[in-house]
């Protein structure tokens, strides 16, 4: 049983910079794609970021491109979101998303194919 816990996160300026962590534990994290997604309040959760099992494909969504950038350490079973060039709206929960996948395959932005989800994380963007 594959188990998530993000870190990271907190108050920061807009246009400043944060990292989060999403540590698994359980399980062997070359087994699965990951996926960061976040939820402001009334809205629906939403992708931000995903990469596949491999490390060898990402995906971003259109509004954090070229500021956010995922990436995996398998040997640490940690991923990470480096978040720079933050703007208000990008205050929200950011929740840590895995789903196994015995073959490499591109990984996906959506909420329904992960299986594993860590708490949550509060990334508050405020001056």
């Known amino acids: 049983q594959l188990q998530l816990v993000e870190s990271g996160g907190g108050l920061v300026q807009p246009g400043g910079s944060t990292r989060l962590s999403c540590g698994a534990s359980g399980s062997t994290l070359p087994y699965y794609a990951i996926a960061w997604f976040r939820q402001a309040p009334g809205k629906e959760r939403e992708g931000v970021s995903c990469?596949?099992?491999?490390?060898?494909?990402?995906n971003y969504a259109d509004s954090v491109k070229g500021r956010f950038t995922i990436s995996r350490d398998n040997a640490k079973n940690t991923v990470y979101l480096q978040m720079n060039s933050l703007k208000p709206e990008d205050t929200a929960v950011y929740y840590c998303?895995?789903?196994?996948?015995?073959?490499?395959?591109?990984?996906?932005?959506?909420?329904?194919?992960?299986?594993?989800w860590g708490q949550g994380t509060q990334v508050t963007v405020s001056s």
């Open positions: 990469i596949s099992s491999s490390g060898g494909s990402t």
């Open positions: 998303a895995a789903r196994l996948v015995p073959v490499q395959r591109m990984c996906v932005l959506s909420v329904s194919p992960y299986d594993y």
